[in-house]
């Protein structure tokens, strides 16, 4: 029983992860593909007010999905951390530059050296989530083995893997101009408010459809996770689907009220769908289960205490940050220093 | 395997390991700040703020200093006891047995040490108190068991302490001047020295990492698992080591220009304006079009 809270806790990680850092790295994506120096000021603007203060503390769940899963998995952890090296490092690489390339284009005075820092975090927007997306794939597909001696390619390139790869990268637009729609129609910003709502609404179609592509080739790379996605974890992918559907409709008629919430109890319900549908398989194809691949007792034990203990600490802390963020306190701060160094 | 996680917590080097290092970082950033303010004073600017910057670092790294030593030493006591073949390499001690001595400096090659200077009963001195006092030496285990690169070790255990005794003569000195004459030093020696001190601090507490790390060799986990056990069976370890220096050197490299212009622009007094029309450029109050600047 203890190691379905874990791999619970590890899942709930996972959609922090995929919500507040996904929707980072989108923001990245837009910033990306925004324009030209004139065209994507605006919109480049807004993405840079909204993650200033929060993308250091969006990518802690990064931390904590790691932790959990080699304290609480070992095995299992060995096996993907071994054979699908090469794509980690990549994100791993890409995840440094972007909080370099973040940092320092604000500090660079010249023209060149800020599109030289600006693309470089824009670009490691791009390169993290795909490469962590095929990571996921290579699991999901069930081409980790349970013992592997070195990383393969043939691993985390097949058609899953691709698939599911976009799916994040677009997953993370998605989430981000979602997001973003809101963020500008609290601004009352009416032009921006539909430039990212457009973009949300692309981006939730190219997602949905992604989705569909990726379960019909699961049917083929991974027949029992297709069945545990159409039966015991069917009522979750539905909720996906209408969370999707339901968030493009509201885009559609103009409205911003409850588009967050929707769009990550969305994501909530792929990830929580795909930890079901092929529970208690850990590694699929492999003998790993949750039960044979998990930690000693007394270290899920422990692991549940410092989870409880960790979430007394920083969930009021969070809280505290985007209540602050979301009544534009801080930026409020940022303006008033920025007066007092002029004035 | 029997586990028991809160052991990472609540184990008996936690007592001594825990205080030096938290002791060694509180040193390396106070005489790291101190010794910038120290080189602006060495070039002449002996205001207020040069004052300030340097004496409250230097004063709170200072008064560590001393404390951080009797933790060491007593660390030092704790592993010849709990790690003896790590402390075995430490101090150059080939056999077991009393009246051990202690080398300051010397190359360790084939169970012999090489222009070191030997003081006789020290080491057994510093373990017990007393020259009788037996000390296990490198022979006590099989040489597979024993750490490798004995000569890095014992000198980085000694540069260590000798950059210690070096941070400790600093803050004596200022404090000796300071119950002289209520003031900062005057010598110029001693700002020298203290523009030293946060580069010596720093390598100190490297210098401590090597010992405790190449020290415990072969172990990754102390008599449970070996290092060579315990490493991935990928290929490309160096290259992926390479890549991730590489990387580093060159973001090191841009945060010092960064800093550097950041200074510049410090120094010229206004934050300069920057560039208009930039694609990925600060926020646009910085970017009014001329003409429409706010009064």
Known sequence: VIVDVVAGILLAGLTLYAALGGADFGGGLWDLLAGGDQRGRAPRQLIDDTITPVWEANHVWLIFVLVIFWTAFPPAFAAVMTAAALPLWLAAFGIVLRGAGFAFRKEVETLHWQRLFGATFAFSSLIVPFFMGTVIGAIASGRVPANPAHTDLAVWTGPTSLLIGALVVAVCAYLAAVYLTQEASRRADHRLRRYFAWRAAIAGTISGALSLTTLLEIHSSNPALFHGLTHRALPLVILAAACGLAVVVLLATGRSQGLRALSVLGVAAVVFGWGIAQYPVLLPGTGLTLTTASAPHSVLVTLVVVFVAAVLLVVPSFLLLFSLHGHQLLEEEKRAAQEAEKG | ?295
């Not at chain 2, 009963?121 to 006092?133: E, M």
């Not at chain 2, 050197?249 to 550097?260: D, P």
């Open chain 2, 1 to 295: 395997v029997a586990v028991d996680p809160w052991q990472v917590f609540f184990n008996r080097a936690t007592l001594y390991e825990t205080p030096h290092m938290i002791l060694a970082a509180y040193m390396v950033v106070g005489f790291m700040v101190a010794s910038v303010y120290a080189a602006g004073i060495l070039k002449g600017h002996r205001d207020r703020y040069h004052r300030l910057g340097f004496g409250i670092p230097f004063t709170l790294a200072a008064i560590l200093t001393p404390i951080q030593i009797f933790v060491g030493d007593t660390a030092a006591r704790a592993i010849a006891s709990q790690q003896p073949v790590k402390f075995a390499a430490i101090e150059y001690v080939t056999r077991t047995g009393r009246d051990v001595p202690e080398y300051l400096g010397g190359f360790y090659v084939n169970g012999k040490v090489y222009f070191g200077l030997r003081i006789p009963y020290a080491d057994s001195l510093l373990v017990g108190f007393k020259p009788s006092t037996r000390v296990t030496g490198l022979n006590s285990v099989a040489a597979a068991d024993r750490p490798p690169a004995l000569t890095l070790i014992h000198l980085s255990f000694d540069a260590m302490v000798g950059l210690a005794f070096l941070l400790l003569l600093a803050g004596l000195w200022a404090l000796l001047m300071w119950r002289r004459r209520h003031g900062l030093p005057r010598q110029s020696w001693f700002w020298w020295l203290a523009v030293l001190c946060g580069p010596a601090a720093l390598v100190a507490m490297e210098c401590g990492w090597i010992v405790t790390e190449v020290g415990r060799q072969p172990w990754v986990v102390y008599q449970l698992m070996t290092t060579s056990a315990a490493a991935t069976t990928n290929g490309g370890v160096i290259d992926s080591l390479t890549a991730v220096i590489v990387l580093y050197a060159v973001l090191a490299v841009a945060t010092v220009l960064i800093l550097r212009m950041l200074a510049r622009r410090w120094r010229r007094g206004s934050p300069a304006e920057p560039e208009t029309g930039v694609p990925y450029g600060p926020p646009a109050e910085h970017r009014e079009p001329t003409g429409r600047e706010p009064t």
